[in-house]
Every structure is written in structure tokens, then in C-alpha cells.
């Protein structure tokens, strides 16, 4: 999966990951074996339920990491497309809530995804999540204490639909201490939470595993 950048003009169908010929609707075959999406995809409960696309493992890192640094529509419209085929039934009663960047960051892969599986799906999608404040960068931070740097640090939107419940959508979960929070403010405002769904997840350990 040679992501040497995303192409700018296709004049014959390529996989949008490794630009090779291809005409399907997903990436390549090959690009789907690295990236595991034809197995059984992880799942799990702690601390709050969450399913991903698949681990996080080298792959994962390469084709997040090219994400956040350039969009790629194409490549976007992928991942919503295999986001949503996760996404409990009826979807009609979910509404999507991508976990909001840093303050003074650009939206980035939850916030485009988000918009994807609504346009794909036409969920409902609205940002009813904010942060109050910077926090301290959480990769040399143990579970612990990223949980004490989240606390408080997401405002919601007040409750207008008493029956709402909420999926929230990340692009790498690690300890969960953020998608932690941003449930914990929700439910405080009156929204139940469904769990998270991600692109990727740090764990080995999962619960179970779905297809």
C-alpha cells in the first residue's frame, strides 16, 4: 500500500490508496488485505462500547497520518462507506457526533467522515459537541492522566431531542479516555450514547469481533 500521495487527476481508474489500476467502488484488494477490511472487524466495551475498521497497526498509521496531512475525497468516501456498514440499526435513531479537534486546529478525518456517512446515509450529523479549552497533548500521558487533563473539557449542545441517541466518531482511539469524556458530557446533558466508532484502535485486547 504505497501511499506516495493521493492522486489529483484520474484518467483511468485507480485505487485511491495505492493508485494502481482498479474500477471497484473500494480500495483495491490488495490495499483491503493490508488494511484487514476483510476480516472480522474489533470491537469492545471498555470504557465505553466502540467498534473500528480495524487495529492499529502500521497501515492504519500511514493512511491516517497522509489523511490528517491532506484530504482526499475519494479516499474519505471509502471510509464512510465502510463506517456506515458498521453503524447499529435503525440508523434513523442515531445522530453522528465527530469528537471536535483541538481549539486553533482545522477539522480534520472525524469531521470529513462525519459528513461523508450523513451524505451517504443522510444521518443526522451536527457538531453538539465543543471544547471549552486547550488541553495538554495526551501520547506520553497515561490513561490516568488523561483522564484528569479531559475533564471538563467538552461543553455540549442543549438537548432538543429527548430520544437522541448519540455515535461518536474518531479517526484513533487509544485509551478511550477522550471518547470517555466527550460520553460523560453528553449523557450529562441528556443524550444517550451509543459508543464510539473509529477508523482505528490501539488495542489488541478486544471483546468480540463482527463482520
Not at 480534520?108 to 461523508?116: C, K, S, V
Not at 473539557?153 to 455515535?167: G, N, Y
Request: hydrophobic share 40%; aromatic share 4%; charged share 15%.
Amino acid at each position: 500500500m504505497a501511499l506516495i500521495g493521493w492522486p489529483t487527476l484520474l484518467i483511468h481508474p485507480q485505487c485511491p490508496l495505492c493508485h494502481q489500476a482498479w474500477s471497484g467502488p473500494s480500495f483495491c484488494p490488495s490495499c483491503r488485505d493490508q488494511l484487514k477490511l476483510n476480516q472480522p472487524r474489533p470491537q469492545g466495551t471498555q470504557p465505553i462500547p466502540w467498534r473500528a475498521l480495524g487495529l492499529y497497526d502500521a497501515n492504519w498509521r500511514q493512511l491516517i497520518l497522509r489523511l490528517r496531512q491532506r484530504a482526499s475525497p475519494k479516499v474519505i468516501r471509502v471510509l464512510a462507506s465502510e463506517c456506515l456498514a458498521l453503524l447499529p440499526k435503525p440508523r434513523s435513531a442515531i445522530q453522528l457526533c465527530a469528537i471536535p479537534p483541538r481549539p486553533g486546529h482545522q477539522p480534520g478525518p472525524p469531521q470529513w467522515i462525519q459528513r461523508e456517512i450523513s451524505r451517504q446515509s443522510r444521518m443526522r450529523a451536527q457538531p453538539l459537541l465543543h471544547r471549552r479549552r486547550a488541553c495538554l497533548g495526551q501520547h506520553h500521558l497515561s490513561g490516568s492522566q488523561r483522564r484528569q487533563n479531559l475533564q471538563g473539557v467538552f461543553s455540549v449542545e442543549p438537548l432538543q431531542q429527548p430520544s437522541a441517541k448519540v455515535m461518536l466518531l474518531d479517526d484513533v482511539v487509544t485509551t478511550g479516555a477522550t471518547s470517555q469524556a466527550a460520553a460523560e458530557a453528553l449523557q450529562a446533558a441528556g443524550y444517550g450514547v451509543v459508543g464510539v466508532l473509529c477508523l482505528a484502535h490501539t488495542s489488541s485486547l478486544f471483546d468480540a469481533t463482527m463482520t
